[in-house]
C-alpha cells in the first residue's frame, strides 16, 4: 500500500503519451502538442520510472507501445476525460439557453459527439440542436442565420481571422494505376454531389489545364474511393481516403488548394453557451493535437 501511495501519474505525462499514439511518434506528438522533442521524451521516462515499467517500444520495427504501455493508453483516455470534466463542472457558471450547430458528417462520427454529449450533461439547461449536411450547405445556413456555429470543411485560404481551425489536411487528385489517361480528349472525373466545394474547384479554378469528364457522381467518400479502385477515373480525395494502389497524380493537373476543418460562428452570434461550448471543444482538441477524423 505505501509503494502505490508513493506513486502517481501525472497528466501532463498522459497527455504526452496519448499525443504519441494519436499522432505516430514523439516528434509528431511533441509538434501537436507545442513541446520540444526532448520535454515529451522526459515525461515518458519520468513515467517509466515511476512505475518501473517500459511504456514505448524501443525496437526497431517493433510495436510503438509495450504491452503495459497499450494498457496505460486505454486508462489515460477515461483519466483525461475525467479530469477535463471535472475541471469543466467546478470552473463554469451555470448556463442556459439554445444552439444551433451544424456538423459534417465526417466530424459527426469523431471525439466532438463525446464532447457534445458531456456539454449536454454539464449543462442540462442548454438545449443544442444539431443538423449534419455538407459543408457548402453549413456555410450558407451559417450566412443566412440558421445555425448559431459550424464545424465546417474549406480550403485554408478561405479561413477567416476568427475561425478556431481543427485540423488541416491535403487535398490530391488521384487514380488507380490501371487506369491510363489519355493525353488528348477529357479526363474523365469521378465526382462528389453539386453540394460539394472540391468539384466546384475542379470544375471551375481547376479546369484551367484540363478538361474533365464526369462518369461517376456520389455524395459519399466512401462511394468515391470504390470508384477510384475500380480505375473509372481520377478524383480528388484528401490524406485520409487514400489507401491501397491509389496513385497521386503530380502533373497535368492543377495543384489542389489544401484544407482545413474550423468551427465558424454565424457573423453576430453572440451567445455564452455558444462560447463556452467553443472553449470546451478547443480544450479537448488541442490535448489530443487536433480533430481526430476517421479515414
Known amino acids: 500500500m505505501n509503494d502505490l501511495n508513493s506513486r502517481r501519474l501525472e497528466i501532463d505525462a498522459l497527455k504526452a503519451l496519448s499525443a504519441i499514439r494519436q499522432h505516430g511518434g514523439i516528434t509528431r506528438a511533441a509538434g501537436a502538442l507545442g513541446l520540444s522533442q526532448s520535454a515529451v521524451s522526459h515525461k515518458i521516462k519520468r513515467l517509466e520510472v515511476g512505475l518501473d515499467c517500459e511504456l514505448l517500444g524501443r525496437k526497431s520495427g517493433g510495436p510503438m507501445f509495450t504491452a503495459a504501455g497499450e494498457d496505460l493508453l486505454h486508462y489515460a483516455g477515461r483519466i483525461l476525460a475525467l479530469h477535463d470534466e471535472a475541471l469543466l463542472s467546478l470552473s463554469k457558471s451555470p448556463l442556459s ?70 485540423y488541416r489536411e491535403n487535398l490530391h487528385w488521384v487514380k488507380h494505376p490501371e487506369l491510363m489517361i489519355r493525353q488528348e ?79 465558424r460562428r454565424a457573423r453576430k452570434s453572440r451567445n455564452t453557451a455558444l462560447d463556452s461550448l467553443v472553449r470546451e471543444i478547443e480544450r479537448d482538441i488541442g490535448r489530443h493535437g487536433g480533430l481526430v477524423l476517421a479515414g
Not at 456555410?139 to 464545424?151: F, N, T, V
Open 97 to 166: 439557453g439554445r444552439l444551433a450547430l451544424g456538423l459534417t458528417e465526417d466530424t459527426a462520427c469523431t471525439d466532438l459527439a463525446r464532447i457534445l454529449g458531456r456539454f449536454r450533461r454539464l449543462h442540462p439547461n442548454v438545449t443544442v440542436r444539431t443538423k449534419v449536411r455538407m459543408s457548402l450547405v453549413l456555410r450558407a445556413m451559417l450566412e443566412r442565420g440558421e445555425l448559431d456555429a459550424a464545424i465546417v470543411q474549406l480550403f485554408s485560404h478561405d479561413v477567416r481571422s476568427n475561425d478556431v481551425v481543427l
Open 185 to 263: 480528349g477529357p479526363v474523365p472525373f469521378l465526382s462528389f454531389d453539386d453540394e460539394c466545394f472540391y468539384r466546384q474547384w475542379a470544375l471551375d479554378i481547376g479546369q484551367d489545364d484540363a478538361v474533365f469528364e464526369t462518369v461517376f457522381e456520389c455524395s459519399s467518400a466512401a462511394g468515391i474511393v470504390s470508384a477510384v479502385n475500380a480505375a473509372m477515373g481520377v478524383a480528388l480525395l484528401s490524406d485520409r481516403h487514400i489507401r491501397g494502389d491509389m496513385h497521386i497524380i503530380t502533373d497535368r493537373l492543377p495543384r489542389p488548394p489544401s484544407l482545413a476543418y474550423v468551427v
